[in-house]
């Protein structure tokens, strides 16, 4: 897994309601397309190959970005550092 993808899921693990999309891309310092490319390969839509590490969920406002189960547990164990 590349650094991009490390930096992403430990930011989310760091959020218990999530985080946006924009926020996300800031703090991370990455263009929004170069992260929703990334978030197809680590999100939940089989059509595309995701991992099932992140789901993306809008809340009206924004888009929210948060760990899914599985993505949790892949920190929690330490299976990522």
Same mark, same amino acid.
């Given at each position: 897994m590349d650094? +991009?993808? +490390?930096? +992403?899921?430990?930011? +989310?693990?760091g959020s218990a309601d999530g985080? @946006?999309?924009?926020?996300?891309?800031?703090?991370?310092?990455v263009e929004h397309s170069r992260l929703r490319r990334l978030l197809a390969v680590l999100g939940e839509n089989a059509r595309f190959g995701g991992l099932g590490l992140v789901r993306q969920h809008?809340? &009206?406002?924004?888009?929210?970005? @948060?760990?899914? &189960?599985? &993505?949790? @547990?892949?920190?929690?164990? &330490?299976?990522?550092?």
């Open positions: 650094d +991009l993808a +490390l930096r +992403l899921l430990q930011l +989310l693990h985080v @946006s999309l924009a926020r996300a891309a800031k703090r991370l310092d809008d809340d &009206g406002e924004r888009i929210l970005l @948060s760990l899914t &189960g599985r &993505g949790q @547990s892949l920190i929690e164990n &330490g299976l990522m550092p």
